[in-house]
Antibody, heavy 118, light 107 residues
Framework: QVQLQESGPGLVKPSETLSLTCRVS??????????WSWIRQPPGKRPEWIGY???????NYNPSLESRVSISADKSKNQFSLRLSSVTAADTAVYYC??????????WGQGTLVTVSS | DIQMTQSPSTLSASVGDRVTITCRAS??????LAWYQQKPGKAPNLLIY???TLESGVPSRFSGSGSGAEFTLTISSLQPDDFATYYC?????????FGQGTKVEIK
C-alpha cells in the first residue's frame, strides 16, 4: 500500500522560505511512471497544482509559482521536498504531497496546514 | 493556462436522486480529465480518470462522460456517503488545473 506523509513547519513568517518534505512508503520515487507532486488548497478554495518531479529528476512547475518554487528528490531516503520562497499570506494553505499516475492523482498524503504569519 | 469551470457550485439533493455535475475546459483537452470527491478535512479521492474510466474500488453508481471541452459526472442514485465536494481536474498538458468544485448538500 502506497503511503505519503508530509512534514515541516506549520508556521512560516512572511518573506521567508516554506520547506516541506514528503516521505514515501510502498513505492519508489526513483522508478515508475509517476509524477511526485505537490498540491495545495487554501481554506475553502479549490486545490492548486504546485509542481512535480519525475523519477528521472526532471521537474515542472505551475507558471504562476515557477519563480519561487523548487522540488527535489532524495532517492536514498525515498522522499521528495518542496521549497517555496518569499511567502506571503496568500501562500497559507493545506499542502499535500501526492503521486500523480499520469491519469489522475491516485495517492495523497493527509495534508499539512502551513500558515504564513508574523 | 487551461481554465476549468464547474456547474453548479452547490447542488441540493436527496438520497436516491440522480445527480449530474458539469465541467467545462477553456480549450480542447481530449479525454484527459479526472474527477475527485473530497470530504471535510480529507484529501481528495480519485473517482474517474480519462473522462470515463472508473478508478478501482469506486462504486459503479459513479460515471463520467464527455470529451473535448465538456464533461459530466453522474451519480445514478445518491447515497448518504456521497454528500461531499466534487472537483474536476485536467491533465492535457504538463500542468494540471482544478475546477472550483461542486458541493453536494442534503436537501
Amino acid at each position: 500500500q502506497v503511503q505519503l506523509q508530509e512534514s515541516g513547519p506549520g508556521l512560516v513568517k512572511p518573506s521567508e522560505t516554506l520547506s516541506l518534505t514528503c516521505r514515501v512508503s510502498g513505492a519508489s520515487v526513483s522508478s515508475g511512471n509517476y509524477y511526485w507532486s505537490w498540491i495545495r488548497q487554501p481554506p475553502g478554495k479549490r486545490p492548486e497544482w504546485i509542481g512535480y518531479i519525475f523519477y528521472t529528476g526532471s521537474t515542472n512547475y505551475n507558471p504562476s509559482l515557477e519563480s519561487r518554487v523548487s522540488i527535489s528528490a532524495d532517492k536514498s531516503k525515498n522522499q521528495f521536498s518542496l521549497r517555496l520562497s518569499s511567502v506571503t499570506a496568500a501562500d497559507t494553505a493545506v499542502y499535500y504531497c501526492a503521486r500523480d499516475a499520469l491519469d489522475g492523482v491516485d495517492y495523497w498524503g493527509q495534508g499539512t496546514l502551513v500558515t504564513v504569519s508574523s | 493556462d487551461i481554465q476549468m469551470t464547474q456547474s453548479p457550485s452547490t447542488l441540493s439533493a436527496s438520497v436516491g436522486d440522480r445527480v449530474t455535475i458539469t465541467c467545462r475546459a477553456s480549450q480542447n483537452i481530449n479525454i484527459w480529465l479526472a474527477w475527485y470527491q473530497q470530504k471535510p478535512g480529507k484529501a481528495p479521492n480519485l473517482l474517474i480518470y480519462k473522462a470515463s474510466t472508473l478508478e478501482s474500488g469506486v462504486p459503479s453508481r459513479f460515471s463520467g462522460s464527455g470529451s473535448g471541452a465538456e464533461f459530466t459526472l453522474t451519480i445514478s442514485s445518491l447515497q448518504p456517503d456521497d454528500f461531499a465536494t466534487y472537483y474536476c481536474q485536467q491533465y492535457n498538458t504538463y500542468s494540471r488545473t482544478f475546477g472550483q468544485g461542486t458541493k453536494v448538500e442534503i436537501k
